[in-house]
Every structure is written in structure tokens, then in C-alpha cells.
């Protein structure tokens, strides 16, 4: 099986997680393809394959080097996201892309005008969607890559490497895929994501994230007879969400800049519950953003009365950063020389997001964001360029291959 007959192949497989629920995996289908990919692993000849209760697969490829050299591991997430469609996905391949509008389906074009990432790509093979899924390439294209790179170290015993151990879990989409990761049982002294987007894509710099629910109690009253009584929760939510800067959203800001993301409301008369994702690099001004949260629920309590707004903000992840630099920097320089051997210009820029390696990261394992290809993320204009899956399963192999000299 080549690397992209693989990747079609996950696609298949609906694997959407599910933020409200309080299983592990969030959704049990995530389950059907953990059990296809334990297999695939297995069949594969990879040694140590093992699934636990949460879906969590553990996998190695033992050493064919006589020295001793560091474990090394990549790591990739096999939901898809909640904010589209994973079931039924329909890619498409378009072969020497001219640089033109893509017609994905009637009515829905994906468009350089829209998306100008796609001129980055012209004249190479690109798999889409049929414009009414998302693609899966995030992290689909990231395990296809892994697994494919081990299957040619595997074939070819001339390239010598180390003892790699590869992982893939569940419930990254919603910050949760690493609370079950057994670092001690994956046993590496670091690893890698292949998580990112971009051909050259390299991030050790990710969000300080954070969850933030409101919760708001009205009071309910005939509207007729409602004068000096009825707390609207519907007009309370409205208005917590006007407190929070216009100008500090994911569509207003880019880089280094943070924000507040309102990702879901619900609210009728009597009750309200607003969810959010608070963002910054910084841990400073992160720490300040939600504190900026709690004062604005104390601030419409003080004006409607004790206990009519709760704020209830959690910790997600920190900025990776903090556990690579300075002692760490070597996993970054093995992975910029290994790009340099399979042709690829990197591109070292912070990650307007997270992944499971910064979570890791804390966790002891040091662990950067390698590119899987993709773009366009979490809906229906999302793409994969042949070519960039290729590159990334090249750089994986050369990195295995350069940790083999890593003592020398």
C-alpha cells in the first residue's frame, strides 16, 4: 500500500470527536478505526502494538544500529474535528492543479481568491473534498506518513536507525488527547507531532489555551406582566459578549496576537451558557485574559445580582516553548537538517493553536509540530498536496536516520 492509497483509505473512517461528552474516547467510532489502525500496525510488522481501554495505540520499530542512540517517537491524533462533517467524506484527487477555481461540488468552489495557500501548490496533485466534509487530513495525512515511513525503514535495513516508538490517540481536536498518554510506556526521550499544516512547517511555539463556560440565570415572566421582574438571559449573553474586545477575535488578529473565541451560545429566557477558548503566547497577558473573563462576570453580577452569572475557566495547555528552549533545542536542530536532506525550506513560525506536543512537553516529553501537508483545516475547503504527505514522510525517515548518528 503507497502512502496516499493509505491515506484515501483512513478517510473512510468517521472518527469525529465530541466536546460535551465524558467518555474516553469521546466517541465510540473513533474506537472502529483505532481497532482498523491496531491491525494495520500489526500487519505492518511492527512490534509492541498494543490499544488500551481508551483507545490510546502504542507501536515500535526496533533498532537496526549496534550503538546505543535515543528513543525517539511521532505521534499523530486520529479524531477529526467537531466543527464539521467527518462521515461520508468523498476526496477527490486533481492532478496537476493549473492554479484555477476548483469546482468542489455544485455551487461550492474552493477558490485561490478565497484561499491564496492553494497558488503555493500550483502543478502539484491535490486530494479535496467534495465540499461537504471536512478532509480528515488533520491528522490523517499525519499517520499515513508515520506508518508509511516506518513500512520503508522497515524495507530497507541499509538505513540505519534507532528504536522508534509511534503513537497515535484520540480526542486532540478537544484538547484532550494527551490527558491519557502514558509517557512512561511510550518510553522516548522526545518525539514529534506531525500535526502541522504547510510543506516546511516547524512550531515550537503554540497558544496558551484555555476553556471558559458562562453560565447565566434569567428569570422567566410573562412578557405581559414581565416590568420589574423578568431577567432576560437571552439579553445577558448578548451583553457579556459585547464586553469582551471587538478587536481580540480569531477573525481580527494574526501572529503573536491573542484572543477570545466565542465558539458556541446557548440561551432562552431563563437560562444562558456562552463557551469560550481563551488564547495567548504570552503567559503574562494569557493569565490577564482570564482574569479579564472572571471580572466581566463579577461586573454583571454586581449589576443583576449575586450568582447571575458564573464564570467557570479551566487550563487546556501551556506555550511548548517553555520546555524546549534552551535545553531542548537539539530536537529542533535534528528536525531543521532533516528537512535540509529531503529538500524541503522550513518554516519556523509560532502555532495559532495547539497540539498534543505541548501538552506532552509538560508532561516530560519534549515534543515539536512537524507539517502533515494540510490546509484549510476543520472544513469543507480543506486540501492535502500529494507532495507536501511525500515530504513529510521524508523528513520523518531522515530524522530516524540522523538520531542514529546522534552520539557520534
Not at 282 to 296: I, L
Request: proline content about 5%.
Amino acid at each position: 500500500m503507497n502512502l496516499v492509497e493509505r491515506f484515501l483509505n483512513y478517510t473512510q473512517f468517521d472518527t469525529q470527536s465530541a466536546e460535551e461528552s465524558q467518555t474516553v474516547p469521546s466517541t465510540a467510532k473513533q474506537l472502529v478505526f483505532a481497532r482498523y489502525l491496531k491491525k494495520e500496525l500489526e500487519d505492518e510488522g511492527l512490534q509492541d502494538v498494543e490499544m488500551d481501554e481508551k483507545g490510546y495505540i502504542y507501536a515500535t520499530l526496533p533498532a537496526n544500529c549496534k550503538q546505543e542512540v535515543p528513543t525517539i517517537g511521532f505521534i499523530s491524533h486520529y479524531d477529526t474535528s467537531p466543527d464539521c462533517s467527518g462521515a461520508g467524506i468523498k476526496p477527490r484527487i486533481v492532478e496537476h492543479y493549473d492554479g484555477q477555481d476548483i469546482e468542489l461540488s455544485q455551487g461550492i468552489v474552493l477558490s485561490p481568491q478565497k484561499f491564496p495557500e492553494l497558488l503555493g501548490h500550483v502543478g502539484e496533485d491535490l486530494i479535496v473534498t467534495d465540499g461537504h466534509t471536512l478532509l480528515g487530513a488533520d491528522d490523517k495525512a499525519g499517520i499515513a506518513e508515520i506508518v508509511q515511513a516506518m513500512a520503508w525503514l522497515r524495507d530497507h535495513p541499509e538505513v540505519k536507525h534507532g528504536r522508534i516508538r509511534v503513537a497515535f490517540n484520540p480526542d486532540e481536536e478537544i484538547g484532550m488527547g494527551a490527558h491519557h498518554f502514558d509517557v512512561e510506556k511510550f518510553g522516548c526521550q522526545w518525539a514529534y507531532t506531525m500535526d502541522g499544516g504547510d510543506l516546511g512547517e516547524l512550531e515550537y511555539e503554540n497558544f496558551n489555551a484555555a476553556s471558559a463556560k458562562i453560565l447565566i440565570k434569567g428569570v422567566s415572566v410573562h412578557p405581559g406582566y414581565a416590568k420589574g421582574k423578568m431577567v432576560n438571559a437571552n439579553a445577558l449573553a448578548a451583553e457579556f459578549a459585547a464586553m469582551l474586545p471587538a478587536d481580540e477575535r480569531p477573525e481580527t488578529t494574526e501572529g503573536y496576537e491573542g484572543f477570545y473565541h466565542l465558539i458556541g451560545l446557548q440561551a432562552n429566557t431563563e437560562q444562558g451558557k456562552l463557551s469560550y477558548i481563551i488564547r495567548d503566547h504570552d503567559r503574562q497577558k494569557f493569565e490577564a485574559r482570564k482574569r479579564f473573563v472572571k471580572a466581566c462576570a463579577e461586573k454583571m453580577n454586581q449589576k443583576y445580582g449575586e450568582g447571575t452569572v458564573t464564570a467557570d475557566v479551566n487550563d487546556q495547555y501551556y506555550n511548548m516553548r517553555e520546555k524546549i528552549e534552551p535545553d531542548n533545542m537539539h530536537v529542533i536542530d535534528l528536525v531543521l537538517k532533516a528537512m535540509q536532506q529531503a529538500g524541503v525550506a522550513p518554516r519556523v513560525k509560532p502555532i495559532r493553536g495547539g497540539t498534543d506536543g505541548a501538552q506532552l512537553s509538560f508532561k516530560g516529553l519534549p515534543c515539536p509540530n512537524i507539517f502533515a501537508g494540510g490546509l484549510n483545516f476543520h472544513g469543507p475547503f480543506e486540501f492535502v498536496p500529494i507532495q507536501s504527505m511525500e515530504k513529510a514522510m521524508q523528513v520523518v525517515i531522515k530524522i530516524c536516520e540522523l538520531t542514529a548518528n546522534y552520539n557520534d
